[in-house]
């Protein structure tokens, strides 16, 4: 889980990396889970909050 400060330390163009490696993991995470193999079920909430921290971030500073 990351923490909102940790992520606004960090530049627009490393946030908009961050969003990317979360997206690709919660796909992997879905698809686990469709099969079957899912063995961190709680990292799927994890996961989308953590998106969902850095969609809002990303939403104020483009409104500052």
């Given at each position: 889980m990351t923490k909102i400060a940790d992520l606004r330390?960090?530049?627009p163009d490393q946030l908009q990396e961050e969003l990317l490696s979360l997206k690709k993991e919660?796909?992997?995470l879905r698809f686990q889970a469709a099969t079957g193999q899912?063995?961190?079920t709680h990292r799927v909430g994890e996961v989308?909050?953590?998106i969902a921290r850095i969609k809002t971030l990303q939403r104020q500073q483009?409104?500052?």
């Open positions: 330390a960090k530049t919660q796909f992997n899912a063995e961190k989308r909050k953590d483009r409104q500052a």
